[in-house]
């Protein structure tokens, strides 16, 4: 039985994987400051709290559970808040990255899965991006994203040490937490409530359903030699917000829910860089990565989901 760490481990994300690793009958480690008050240490998940800044916490959580790879997901996410506290997210998002690359190494484990993000790419220079689109994130988010995927390569070149970058979209699913689409327009047509966006409806991005993401990480864990070091995990789509709202509206016939024109801003008016849909072919090729759900299909999954909770 594997035993894998996922830093973040009490995340949207680093939990959803917790909880696939343990139901594939492996051992699942997760770390991180806190954890959902329902979600319970058991003999295959073990809750452990930490800070991926403090390199030492990182290393005797990895000997003390016998960690044989690694799943990173930890980072301060978010444009806004990313701008409010630069400095900390690069010690936490860049500094924190090298710790566990360097316990990983300290330790003789030999692959750390990064969860990194399309926001490396900035603003997209094509509707439809691959990994080798140019990459320049005008934010500290993106950049910090960056910059962990090169110091990745230098630990891989330095001491063999296999990290594997996942350039993830924009991932929904019952438990986002953060306030944008398609959240709040599940919950508000969910709950029988009129939403109208003032803006962003002609915003076009590849939204993609939590489940395929998971499927896609840990396949990617499981591949046993890797040809590329970094991949685009999403649909291969890039649905604009209008048609999103066209699509829930079926799905719950009488929902109240409209967009303005225009790009969406994230929180305090910032523009947010065009984007568009992740070239996922390389993955696909690599280590069978096949979306299971579209955008109708994942917000269908979503708002049953959200009917029952």
Not at 27 to 35: E, G, I, Q, Y
Not at 162 to 178: A, H, M, Q, S
Not at 203 to 227: C, F, K, N, Q, W
Request: overall charge neutral; glycine content about 10%; aromatic content about 6%.
């Amino acid at each position: 039985m594997s035993s894998v760490l996922i830093t973040g481990g009490g995340g949207f994300i680093g939990l959803a994987l917790a909880e696939a690793i343990v139901a594939r009958g492996d051992a699942a480690v997760a770390f991180d400051l806190n954890f959902p008050d329902h979600v319970k240490s058991s003999s295959q998940l073990k809750l452990v709290r930490g800070d991926i800044t403090d390199a030492s916490g990182v290393i005797a959580t990895m000997r003390a559970h016998s960690v044989d790879r690694v799943i990173h997901a930890a980072a301060i996410v978010g444009i806004a808040p990313a701008m409010q506290m630069a400095t900390t997210v690069v010690r936490v998002n860049v500094g924190g990255s090298i710790n566990v690359f360097e316990a990983s190494r300290i330790l003789g484990i030999r692959r750390v899965i990064h969860i990194s993000s399309e926001e490396v790419y900035g603003r997209y220079a094509t509707p439809v991006v691959g990994e080798d689109s140019p990459a320049f994130p005008p934010t500290v988010y993106g950049a910090s994203k960056l910059a962990t995927e090169h110091f990745g390569r230098t630990w891989r070149t330095m001491y063999g040490l296999d990290v594997i970058n996942l350039r993830i979209g924009w991932i929904y699913g019952l438990r986002l937490p953060r306030a944008r689409v398609p959240k709040i327009l599940v919950d508000a047509a969910v709950s029988g409530v009129a939403l109208h966006l003032s803006e962003g409806g002609d915003s076009r991005m590849d939204h993609t359903y939590v489940d395929d993401i998971v499927a896609g990480t840990l396949a990617a864990l499981d591949h046993p030699e890797h040809s590329f070091d970094t991949y685009n995990l999403g649909t291969g789509t890039a649905p604009s917000v209008h048609e999103m709202i066209a699509i829930l509206r079926d799905i719950i016939p009488g929902a109240c829910l409209s967009a303005g024109d225009g790009e969406i801003k994230h929180p305090g008016g910032i523009d947010m860089p065009r984007k568009g849909a992740l070239d996922i072919s390389r993955a696909a090729k690599v280590f069978d990565y096949r979306p299971r759900y579209d955008l109708r299909a994942g917000l269908e999954a979503y708002v049953r989901d959200r009917r029952r909770s």
